[in-house]
């Protein structure tokens, strides 16, 4: 069965760094990747999308990566602020896969320190 | 309304009883998917609607659980007889389409004792 792994449970980084948070997958390939950011007592917020055939993605301070060669996706935030600090979460995307089609990985907890 | 409302936002229930959780997606939105959250792990999947139909349900962990959606708006999932483990954060979703991104609501926090 598909497998997410993000790469640690929690990332503490100095405000004005650039964070990167990774996600990686085992088995099939994905047809996309989401990125979600979750507030505690609230649900998950979606970020960016990004399809197989890209390999980059950008809104405002985010990027995202797409690497299928090494099931891995990187997501960046750069000049990063404290209210930046959150949960987020990676979800795989495949058509006629389980799971409503959608796997979420556990989750990476950033803390921006000021 | 304007985004995914869910209610109640806190549940207390003793173990045995049975509980219904209200999800109401954002109009129009033809996927529907309940999530179950425990502290510090990602969603899981429990079940997934479009419009009225359920076309997945591998995700309900026993027969204690049971979605449903009518008319294709509103759901409910309900447990019978609950249990400790069942206590966690339930999330419902919806999205206008199978492959567009979720719009999540802020969860049922379910608490057995």
């Known amino acids: 069965s598909q497998k997410i792994e993000q790469n640690s449970e929690a990332l503490n980084i100095q405000e004005g760094k650039t964070a990167t948070l990774t996600c990686n997958y085992t088995n099939y390939s994905p047809a996309y990747l989401q990125w979600y950011r979750q507030d505690p007592g609230r649900g998950p917020v979606f970020l960016l999308l990004i399809r197989e055939n890209e390999k980059e993605k950008r809104k405002e301070r985010l990027k995202v990566t797409f690497d299928t060669t090494l099931k891995q996706s990187l997501f960046h935030i750069t000049a990063s602020q404290p209210a930046d600090s959150a949960t987020y979460l990676c979800?795989?995307?495949?058509?006629?896969?389980?799971?409503?089609?959608?796997?979420f990985g556990k989750g990476t907890k950033l803390s921006v320190k000021p | 309304g304007a985004g995914v409302s869910q209610s109640p936002r806190y549940k207390v229930a003793k173990r045995g009883q049975d509980v219904a959780l209200r999800c109401d997606p954002i109009?129009?939105?033809?996927?529907l998917f309940w999530y179950q959250q425990a502290l510090g792990q990602g969603p899981e999947f429990l079940t997934y609607?479009?419009?009225?139909?359920?076309?997945?349900k591998s995700g309900l962990p026993s027969d204690r659980f049971f979605a449903e959606r009518p008319e294709g708006s509103v759901s409910t999932l309900k447990i019978q007889r609950t249990q400790q483990e069942d206590s966690a954060v339930y999330l419902c979703a919806s999205s206008s389409h199978i492959d567009s991104p979720l719009h999540f609501g802020n969860g049922t926090r379910l608490t057995v004792t």
């Open positions: 109009s129009g939105h033809v996927s």
């Open positions: 979800a795989l995307f495949k058509y006629g896969g389980s799971q409503g089609n959608l796997i």
């Open positions: 609607f479009q419009n009225e139909a359920q076309l997945d």
